[in-house]
């Protein structure tokens, strides 16, 4: 159980990197399997696949998998330098400003 605001959000944040590793990984697997598929035919139909609608959407699942992953590190990066940084600091900055700030 998630007994303060901060814990919630660090969970939301570990699980928003793994959506977004699994997004990652889920486009490594398709594009390996249209690999297989395409084979030694690849050379002669890559302008027709750079042009489809299946590598661009393999692009777009691939971007953004990768960006949510991006977000969610840094967003918990600086929770836990806040965490480290309030003991030696007293002004304390609460973790929905910093996931703000991160989000800017």
């Known amino acids: 159980k998630c007994r303060s605001s901060v814990a919630l959000l660090n969970k939301s944040l570990i699980l928003s990197i793994s959506l977004g590793d699994f997004l990652v990984g889920l486009y490594l697997l398709l594009i390996s399997i249209v690999d297989i598929v395409k084979g030694k035919s690849y050379c002669q139909s890559q302008a027709e696949w750079l042009t489809s609608i299946e590598?661009?959407?393999?692009?777009?699942?691939s971007t953004i998998g990768s960006q949510i992953s991006l977000?969610?590190?840094?967003?918990?990066?600086?929770?836990?330098?806040?965490?480290?940084?309030?003991?030696?600091?007293?002004?304390?900055?609460?973790?929905?400003?910093y996931f703000r700030a991160a989000f800017i």
Do not use: E, Y
């Open 55 to 61: 590598c661009s959407s393999l692009g777009i699942l």
């Open 71 to 97: 977000f969610s590190m840094t967003a918990l990066c600086l929770m836990r330098h806040r965490a480290v940084d309030s003991g030696r600091n007293p002004r304390l900055v609460s973790a929905v400003d």
